[in-house]
């Protein structure tokens, strides 16, 4: 029978345990559970979706307080168990359901587990680490099996208790080294080094025990077999699967169309291995594991993790939740258990306390590394939850083998600490050389970088960031590690250090970024940066402590300049390299554009960049999306878009950056990377025209204004620069000069509250007119020029809406009308619905048509664009919709094509910057013809909605 049958539906009989024999064992499912199980149960089901619930709030709880507090979340989920569970409140009981779950949570545990172990890595860590997590493996099972039996416990229990002692947690103890800033010592490498191998170790050892721990007599022949058996499957698995998985889910990521196909053959092959490990009568986790370790060697390895990640946040939390459930606190409390605790507790100390002796004298602090090796963990409760189920451990014993593993972790940081202080002592009492050895002060091997000479302390900041660029592809060494662990370093950031870190942000990759974090040199170097990093959304169960140092939008940037992408010429170009990196280092740590400003500005004035350097670094971190998201509106690449972006980005390295920027950052359609091309091209030919050469951006605009000053003579040149300065930028950049002036004439003597001009040309055509119109600003004033037109069957063809500075909108049409219009009795039906509010006067109708709301594609505004079949008054009901939704409209474009009505609006909410999601919201609901409004977006000076 496979290994897994006790987790489900296996009732274990009575095994002989000594004073222990009175206590009976948990049923993991009665009759009862049966009965509520049976499908079609109403009953159960509600009952399993309430307890589920609970589940998946008791862990997030855990996850969020046990990171407040700097614990494992591990830990911080077995005690919240324990609290849900039938010791104390009583919320959630123990069922086959949840079981189940947590099966699948403990197979992705150690499918994850395999994955983030380097092979090659741990045997780069040496033999110390072997030798330490051979001695932690041996010396606490033999003599806690020896101090079991002592205190009473049968064989197979006590075998149970000793082998749930041999593995130190990866998670914790790596934890545990990176909160004292250790992990770049030669010690913690040592201890994370072994601590995974005896994981390894741990795992052969669980699948003997389970397939031994019957209550009989062992033969000798009998137990080699079975170790021969979990060796052999385990490197024939690892062997073959490493040689066909990676090529299998390569392959597979070429050729699939659909989302989400990576993240189902990568559990179709966890669960293939665990089948695999079950058949062989092994436990499945070691099947799991081992497919782990196939699959990390496989290209879409990070893209399987992030897949993998949100599956591994709601089941692996149910395994370590149910181990607390399972508990019986009352059985905590009894003497028996605590003293038979306080033994295994001992034995677990000492024991690791021992495997530091497989540490070489002089190669290390052995007591250190040995207390590094106690805290227990994940495969300690593998250990506790499989012989609860399987029935070799009773309510007792699961409880003494739990209240070992959660005090060897509580028990740990302190003693660390102070460990780590006295280490730390003794490497600066070290000597320190005054010169500095020929060939620098670093020695860089073939597979190691170390210190050629201890350099003096105001060095340790550049020495360490060129150690780090050089532990790119190499490992630090001991002396290196120790040194920079230890000092803390003088950073006045010159030419030098600024050389060194930006050669850093071009050769560096995760394991340099890591071994800046463990040394603690990144904090004290740019401290910005590294607070940025620990603010990221840290994963429970990621085995790296200090979350993910992996730049995406860097390493991508890094890839695209050097390839043969054409891409590559526009950065040999490039006149802000080092801020674009910067950037793309920025955009890396952060979501949104707000804090990416931010972070790029501390960092840049940090290091100490030129005002230039500042500015650049902030622009390009905050607008990346300015330019992808241009390419993709359908009015890309028109006269008034160029002019427009080349006004705002000013120069063409700002142009050049964002391009870069963009693709790097986006994975495109051929089509779409076209259109990105294109856009570029005309942003760079809007920033250098023939007439503008030698000039910013910003002179498009001054070129403008002094065209209509040339036309405006007899003007006042104080009250001539008082309107230019009002005008709008994208109005400047999008009339003709005459136009200008024409609008300047009409709102040069201040207009009334409700008082329109207005002014219609008969342009060329078919009862075709171009209409002017001025009024003062105001909610709503779009639509009530609209519904004057539209009462006065004057048809809307395109317009351009403007609003100016000084509280005046001008506006100009293009609408079909009769010759014989009374273009007068027009601008006094816009006056009438001025005063009478005409864009709140009737009940709210929905709007049928398409409605997409861009807040990337415009530095300043919104835009909306509708979509609709273009018919009478179509317009203002839509000028009357963003007047509800309290809109202010800026700009705005109306055409139609086909038959089809294309209104395009720059538009900002009630606080005059972009729409937030509540404004987003707010302008849906009032085109599917919601009139609510809240309470706190009223005011005073705004008319109420008439009902």
């Known amino acids: 029978m496979p290994s897994s049958a006790g987790r489900f539906g296996f009732r274990p009989a009575r095994c002989a345990s000594s004073e222990f024999e009175d206590v009976p064992r948990i049923e993991l499912f009665s009759q009862n559970d049966s009965d509520r199980l049976k499908p079609g149960s109403a009953m159960n089901i509600e009952r399993v979706l309430v307890e589920l619930l609970v589940i998946l ?50 197979i992705l545990l150690l499918f994850e ?99 031994t721990a019957s209550g009989k007599a062992i033969a000798v022949g009998s137990l080699a077999g079975i170790i021969a058996v979990a060796i052999g499957f385990v490197a024939i698995a690892t062997l073959v699967g490493s040689w066909i998985a990676p090529k299998f889910l390569d392959r597979v990521s070429h050729s699939a169309r659909t989302d989400g196909t990576i993240m189902a053959f990568g559990l179709i092959i966890a669960l293939g291995f665990a089948r695999l490990a079950s058949a062989a009568r092994l436990a499945p986790i070691v099947g799991a594991f081992v497919a782990g370790l196939a699959v990390g060697r496989s290209d879409v390895a990070d893209d399987l993790d992030r897949r993998l990640t949100p599956l591994g946040h709601f089941f692996i939390p149910i395994f370590f939740l149910q181990i607390g459930i399972d508990a019986n606190i009352r059985v905590f409390m009894r003497g028996s258990v605590l003293g038979v605790a306080a033994i295994l507790c001992l034995v677990a100390v000492a024991g690791k306390i021992v495997a530091g002796a497989g540490v070489r004298r002089g190669s290390g602090d052995r007591l250190l590394v040995g207390v590094g090796m106690i805290p227990r963990g994940e495969v300690g409760l593998i250990f506790a939850s499989l012989g609860l189920a399987r029935g070799v451990l009773n309510a007792r014993t699961y409880g003494v083998l739990l209240l070992v593993v959660l005090v060897t972790t509580l028990v740990t940081p302190p003693w660390l600490r102070r460990r780590v202080v006295r280490a730390r002592r003794a490497v600066l009492g070290a000597h320190v050389a005054v010169i500095e050895p020929e060939g620098g002060w670093l020695r860089t091997g073939d597979d190691e970088v170390e210190l050629a000479a201890q350099p003096p302390p105001v060095l340790a900041a550049r020495v360490g960031l060129e150690a780090a660029a050089a532990c790119a592809e190499r490992r630090p060494g001991r002396l290196l590690s120790d040194w920079l662990s230890a000092e803390t370093p003088i950073v006045e950031w010159d030419e030098q250090l600024r050389h060194a870190f930006f050669a850093l942000l071009g050769d560096g990759n995760e394991r340099s970024w890591r071994f800046l974090d463990v040394t603690g040199l990144l904090r004290s170097v740019l401290r910005p940066l590294e607070e940025a990093i620990h603010r990221r959304p840290r994963d429970p169960f ?24 054409p891409a590559a010429e526009v950065w040999k170009r490039s006149d802000v390299k080092e801020a674009l990196l910067l950037a793309a280092l920025v955009r890396s740590v952060t979501e949104r554009s707000d804090d990416a400003a931010a972070l790029a500005r501390r960092i840049a004035t940090t290091m100490a960049l030129v005002t230039q350097a500042v500015d650049d670094t902030e622009f390009l971190s905050a607008e990346r999306h300015v330019i992808p998201a241009a390419a993709a509106r359908p009015d890309m ?39 990105l091309d294109e856009l570029h091209g005309i942003v760079l030919q809007a920033l250098e025209d023939a007439d503008l050469t030698g000039k910013s951006a910003r002179d498009i605009v001054e070129q403008r204004q002094e065209a209509v000053a040339l036309q405006l003579g007899h003007m006042p040149e104080k009250d001539l620069r008082k309107l230019m300065w009002a005008a709008p930028r994208r109005y400047l950049l999008t009339q003709a000069p005459d136009t200008i002036v024409r609008h300047i004439r009409m709102i040069e003597k201040p207009l009334g509250k409700f008082e329109a001009r207005l002014v219609a040309d008969e342009s060329p055509g078919h009862e075709s007119w171009s209409v002017h119109v001025a009024v003062q600003d105001r909610r709503g004033v779009l639509a009530a020029i609209a519904g004057a037109f539209a009462a006065r069957q004057v048809s809307v063809e395109e317009a351009q809406i403007a609003t100016w500075r000084s509280g005046v909108a001008v506006d100009v049409f293009k609408v079909t009308a009769p010759s014989g219009t009374d273009w007068d009795g027009v601008r006094r039906t816009i006056e009438g619905a001025l005063a009478h509010d005409g864009a709140n006067g009737e009940t709210p109708a929905p709007i049928e048509g398409r409605l997409e709301i861009d807040n990337l594609g415009s530095p300043w505004h919104t835009i909306v664009e509708i979509q609709s ?67 706190w977006a009223m005011r005073k000076n705004e008319p109420k909605v008439k009902t």
Do not use: C
Not at 880 to 892: K, N, P, T, V, W
Not at 899 to 923: C, H, I, P
């Open 57 to 106: 709030l008791a862990a997030r709880l855990a996850a969020e307080v046990s990171e407040r507090l700097r614990q494992p979340a591990v830990l911080g989920e077995i005690l919240l168990g324990i609290v849900i569970g039938p010791s104390a409140l009583k919320l959630v009981h123990q069922s086959d359901a949840l079981r189940l779950l947590g099966e699948i949570g403990v």
């Open 869 to 935: 079949v273009d018919r009478s008054g179509l317009l203002y009901r839509v000028a009357a919709a963003m007047s509800r939704a309290g809109l202010q409209i800026h700009q705005a474009t109306v055409s139609t094509r086909h038959g089809v009505a294309v209104d395009t609006f720059w538009v900002t909410g009630r606080t005059g910057a972009k729409l937030d999601e509540a404004g987003e919201r707010d302008l849906r609901d009032a085109f599917a013809g919601k009139a609510r409004r809240r309470w």
């Open 113 to 211: 587990v395999g994955r983030q172990m380097d092979l090659k890595e741990l045997g780069r860590v040496g033999g110390a680490s072997l030798r330490v997590a051979t001695i932690g493996v041996i010396v606490p099972m033999a003599l806690g099996f020896v101090a079991m039996r002592a205190a009473g416990i049968a064989g197979s229990p006590a075998l149970f208790l000793a082998a749930g002692i041999t593995a130190t947690s990866v998670g914790i103890t790596a934890r545990v080294f990176g909160d004292l800033r250790a992990l770049g010592t030669s010690e913690a490498r040592t201890v994370l080094g072994a601590a995974v191998a005896d994981d390894v170790i741990g795992l052969l050892i669980l699948t003997v025990v389970v397939r």
């Open 542 to 565: 990621d085995l790296d402590p200090a979350g993910s140092l992996r730049f995406n939008t860097l390493y991508d940037l890094r890839t695209v300049i050097r390839s043969d992408d």
């Open 637 to 675: 690449g028109s006269e008034e878009q160029a002019l427009d972006l080349a006004s705002y980005i000013e120069d063409r390295s700002r142009a050049d950056g964002l391009y870069l920027l963009a693709v790097a950052e986006n994975a495109m359609e051929p089509w779409e990377r076209e259109r």
